[in-house]
């Protein structure tokens, strides 16, 4: 059985003569030489000598394969049936995310930034059929010349933002600004058309809740007893 200190002396023939195994390889050459290797120890102290060896080869150090990480899975907002169908539908049509958040949000932020509810837009209002109808029939166009689906969104960057200056102050595509301009022009076409009235609230502290009701009972109690 071959000692240490002769598995040493073959290791270090076999690192002059291959240059680029790493340790591993050569340890398995031992035991395949002496029926058995050395140590993990042992492979710590002689690192620096294979890596000397490298160095005076010019050959990489090899890389370390990193360990894949799962990425967790994305939490699905749980909507309305209603909400994700609308969804879909003016996905379909070729509307862009921040479009479709824009159409359906309930809350909208002023310029002064204040926060207000608002009502999603009406899909079944003849002037949003038309409008849907609209960008659908543009998005068919574009397929149909075969473009993908980043050339499609690119276009309609361009085109109906980028050729009217409808961005916002932060550099961003306005899609308010998009839509009032189409509701003009169907206003010119249908003036018969109206705007259907939006229900909207300012949202209240708890607060503000709190003193209003106070109020309203300070105002009962006066009618009562004044």
Known sequence: MATKQEKLIRLNQLIRQNPTWGYRKLNKQLKVEFGSGLGTGTGRILRPQIKAER???KIPEPTIRKKLVKPEPRQRIRVSWKTRKNINALSNAGFLPFEIR???STRRRLPNGKVIKVEPLPLNNPMLKEFIRERAKGIRRARRQGLSQ???REMIIENMYGDNDFFNEQGNPDFWQEFRQFEEEYKTK???YA???KKRRDFISKEDLEIQRRRRENQKFLEKWG
């Open 55 to 57: 160095i005076t080869y």
């Open 102 to 104: 824009e159409m359906l």
């Open 150 to 152: 980043a050339e499609i």
């Open 190 to 192: 249908h003036p018969e």
């Open 195 to 197: 705007r259907p009235p």
